[in-house]
């Protein structure tokens, strides 16, 4: 049996719903097999050894992933509410209008940065706020502005509108922060779309299975070893940097 994921090729990320979709049509032949097989119902399934939990992104094509789990190659498919994380280095070409960004970042009394970005990470989306550090998670929720805000430390959550060199413009509702973002800035993705993978990213998985080889995933940390590019071509999936 084969691992199926969708294709991130037709642009736009992948959410856990729609791998779980996905799961759900690729078992249905299986499901029904096992039913001929074992009227009585099938065995239980076997929960991945923890020991065996750690390895490496063997293939990623379209519609597959080929996990190399302790030299054995396993087939990986997302169970029903499967716990995907794809982590790693961004390259700076990222940073492009559109784009979602959590910027750690210093703001003066007038809301204004009053220094450079600490950190950016680029995500798949969110709800554009203004979060004061260690609140909570910015691109959940959204603070709405009611008079000034002291100066300190803030994440600022929204889409790119505009780059100009080591400047980018995030919007948040009618507020536009205009963040420098310097060589030695932190870039980080995090992201959900298993197709953002390569060979040879370390991965960390949990899982069960009916035989050995094909695992079904229910949780999956993925890696990533190079920095994440864009795509050559609108419509193909990013690339990550030699």
Known sequence: ????????????????AMLTAAATLAL????????????????KMTPLAKEH?????????????????????????PAPGAIIEVTGP???????????????VMLDGLGKPSGPAEMV????GGVP?????????????????RGPRPAGSYTVSGPIQSVNGDTVTVTVGRERFEIVIPEET????????????????????????FQIGQLMVTSLKIMMSKPLVPPPAKGRRPATAN
Not at 28 to 43: F, K, L, N, W
Not at 121 to 124: G, K, W
Not at 129 to 145: E, F, I, L, T
Not at 186 to 209: F, P
């Open 90 to 104: 961004a390259s700076r070409d990222m940073l492009q209008p559109k784009q979602f960004v959590n910027c750690s």
């Open 129 to 145: 706020g203004v979060m004061a550090a260690g609140v909570g998670d910015s691109s959940g929720m959204a603070q709405q502005r």
């Open 186 to 209: 932190e870039l980080v993705v995090r992201s959900n779309n298993v197709t953002l993978a390569s060979e040879g990213d370390e991965v960390e998985v949990e899982g069960k299975y």
């Open 53 to 77: 939990g750690k390895g490496m992104v063997a293939q990623v094509a379209p519609g597959m992933l080929m996990l190399k789990l302790q030299n054995m190659m396993w087939a990986a498919l």
């Open 121 to 124: 990470v680029l995500t798949d």
């Open 28 to 43: 249905q032949p299986a499901a029904s097999a096992q039913q001929r097989r074992y009227p009585a119902g099938p065995p």
């Open 1 to 16: 049996m084969a691992a199926f994921f969708p294709s991130a090729r037709t642009g736009g990320s992948l959410s856990v």
